[in-house]
């Protein structure tokens, strides 16, 4: 430690312990994979680590790793993302001792820990802890909170000087330590190289027979670097899921955070109880969010846009004064300003609207990239398809983009009438200026400024009606009222 001055800002990298199961969740799935506010709950933890200022994070993985690190590398942003496998969980000192296995070689700044089981955990607490932790100069900080009742935490035992002395675990411990209302959260910031060598001396002499973390306060102690226990005001934040009716309390009281900074910053929530808004959403002030609302992920809605209810929005970029009318599902696409969705409206990635688009019911579109003031206002798929300006879609229009083994491409024009129940058998391309006549099927390039018609021409057989119902003995009145026979 001696090359630190205290000037000099050490660097700052992180290890999330997130190997374990989670048995009292009951779930073949990892404890950390359950979702909290529309994500896995590891991802939070990644998060609030990365705002913290962490450089470098290592997730220590063992249980469904695979999928455990998908969630974590979504969630790293500008953080160079680390994965460990622990394949022997003894214990969480033995997964901090693999997670410092996997910082960059050499590295002698500061080691945040975390716990992967901790969504409420937000960056600006850790950066407060981290500015505390610094400005001690301590080898090792801790942070802990005082409770009524321990319950099955870590007991923060003090010297008589009130400096900690160590953690000790309800299980190993004593009647009167027992009695200590002073919890460990199990979030610590160490030295790298002090953190090695603790960790290299861990033994596993306790009820659990584990490596256990916690161990390294007393090993500070006795090595007179003095650790310290930075007391949190509010225990809330370090609450850990351990069971579904936490996970669900959480979500509860996450949601509610959520609602009331957007409502206090401007936004209108019809109904805040049935309002599932990411925390990573940017909501616009006269936003009007009406109910049975989820906006998942990180989407962005612009001023004065209104969305009825009944929606599912994830990633999107809404711009201002739009209009979801009942009913919208729309994933990782951009709807441009004054543009009029739904009902009943189906965005998948990729569709770009320009502005000033209408979108209508039952309406898919996917990758489709749609020009300012077009409208699909009626029953249409539009897949794999660039659209001018100024376009009609009729109702009914396909693009017919899938031949069964690749997508193709549909383009049309500027100011183009497309006519109801037109099929676009891609790969196409349509001129601008273009009126398809209502029933069409498309099958080659049509020029700039044609009509374009793929009719047969009508044909009509007078009272074959009549001929063909008298084939199948019927008079005409099958259709109709004919009383029914009665079956008694
Ligand atoms: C731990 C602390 C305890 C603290 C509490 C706060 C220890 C010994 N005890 O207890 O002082 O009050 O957290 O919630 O650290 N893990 C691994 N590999 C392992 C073991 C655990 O990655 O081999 C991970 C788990 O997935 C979990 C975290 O470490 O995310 C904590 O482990 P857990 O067994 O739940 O510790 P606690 O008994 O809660
Ligand atoms: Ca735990």
């Keep these: 430690m001696a090359g630190h001055s205290r000037m000099e800002p050490r660097g700052l990298a992180a290890i999330v312990l997130a190997a374990g199961l989670g048995t009292r969740m009951r779930s073949r799935r990892a404890k950390v994979l359950h979702e909290i506010g529309g994500g896995a709950m590891v991802a939070r933890t990644?998060?609030?680590?990365?705002?913290?200022?962490?450089?470098?994070?290592?997730?220590?993985?063992?249980?469904?790793?695979?999928?455990?690190?998908?969630?974590?590398?979504?969630?790293?942003?500008?953080?160079?993302?680390?994965?460990?496998?622990?394949?022997?969980?003894?214990?969480?000192?033995?997964?901090?001792?693999v997670g410092m296995g996997a910082l960059a070689p050499g590295y002698d700044g500061d080691v945040l820990i975390a716990y992967g089981d901790m969504p409420m955990l937000t960056g600006t607490t850790l950066r407060e802890f981290l500015r505390a932790h610094r400005e001690s100069?301590?080898?090792?900080?801790?942070?802990?909170?005082?409770?009524?009742?321990?319950?099955?935490?870590?007991?923060?035992?003090?010297?008589?000087?009130?400096?900690?002395?160590?953690?000790?675990?309800?299980?190993?411990?004593?009647?009167?330590e027992l009695g200590v209302g002073e919890i460990n959260t199990g979030i610590y910031i160490a030295r790298a190289d002090f953190l090695r060598h603790a960790l290299a001396g861990l033994e596993p002499r306790n009820a659990q027979h584990e490596f256990y973390l916690t161990d390294i306060v007393a090993a500070a102690h006795s090595r007179g670097l003095q650790p310290r226990a930075w007391q949190a005001p509010d225990g809330a934040e370090f609450a850990g899921v351990n069971t579904r009716e936490e996970?669900?309390?959480?979500?509860?009281?996450?949601?509610?955070?959520?609602?009331?900074?957007?409502?206090?910053?401007?936004?209108?929530?019809?109904?805040?109880?049935?309002?599932?808004?990411?925390?990573?959403?940017?909501?616009?002030a006269d936003v009007i969010i009406g109910p049975n609302v989820q906006i998942l992920g990180r989407c962005r809605i612009g001023a004065e846009t209104?969305?009825?209810?009944?929606?599912?929005?994830?990633?999107?970029?809404?711009?201002?004064?739009?209009?979801?009318?009942?009913?919208?599902?729309?994933?990782?696409?951009?709807?441009?300003?004054?543009?009029?969705?739904?009902?009943?409206?189906?965005?998948?990635?990729g569709t770009e609207l320009e502005g000033h688009n209408r979108i209508g019911n039952f309406v898919e579109t996917k990758k489709a990239k749609i020009g300012r003031g077009t409208k699909a206002s009626h029953l249409s798929y539009l897949g794999d398809t660039t659209i001018g300006r100024d376009t009609n879609v009729g109702c009914g229009v396909i693009t017919v983009n899938y031949d069964g083994y690749e997508k193709h491409h549909t383009q049309?024009?500027?100011?183009?009438?497309?006519?109801?129940?037109?099929?676009?058998?891609?790969?196409?391309?349509v001129g601008s200026d273009v009126y398809v006549a209502a029933g069409a099927t498309i099958v080659r390039e049509v020029a700039d400024g044609a009509l374009v018609m793929?009719?047969?021409?009508?044909?009509?057989?007078?009272?074959?009606?009549?001929?063909?119902?008298?084939?199948?003995?019927?008079?005409?009145?099958?259709?109709?009222?004919?009383?029914?026979?009665?079956?008694?």
Aim: aromatic letters at 4%; charged letters at 25%; hydrophobic letters at 40%.
């Design 46 to 97: 990644i998060r609030a680590l990365a705002d913290a200022g962490a450089a470098q994070i290592v997730a220590v993985l063992g249980y469904q790793a695979r999928e455990v690190e998908a969630a974590v590398r979504a969630a790293a942003r500008n953080a160079a993302m680390a994965v460990a496998i622990q394949d022997d969980q003894r214990g969480t000192g033995a997964a901090a001792r």
């Design 137 to 176: 100069d301590a080898a090792l900080s801790f942070i802990s909170v005082v409770l009524r009742d321990g319950g099955a935490y870590g007991r923060v035992i003090r010297d008589p000087n009130g400096d900690p002395l160590a953690i000790v675990e309800a299980r190993d411990a004593s009647a009167t």
């Design 247 to 284: 996970l669900a309390s959480m979500e509860t009281i996450l949601r509610d955070q959520v609602n009331r900074r957007l409502m206090a910053a401007g936004v209108t929530i019809v109904d805040p109880a049935s309002a599932y808004i990411s925390d990573q959403a940017e909501i616009a």
């Design 306 to 349: 209104r969305i009825e209810g009944t929606a599912w929005l994830k990633d999107v970029e809404i711009g201002e004064r739009c209009h979801l009318k009942l009913g919208v599902r729309a994933e990782e696409c951009r709807i441009g300003a004054d543009s009029e969705i739904g009902p009943f409206a189906n965005l998948r990635a």
């Design 412 to 429: 049309i024009g500027d100011r183009c009438m497309i006519g109801c129940d037109t099929q676009l058998i891609a790969p196409i391309k």
């Design 454 to 488: 793929s009719h047969h021409p009508q044909r009509e057989k007078p009272g074959w009606t009549a001929t063909w119902r008298k084939r199948h003995g019927d008079d005409g009145t099958k259709h109709h009222d004919a009383p029914k026979p009665t079956s008694k």
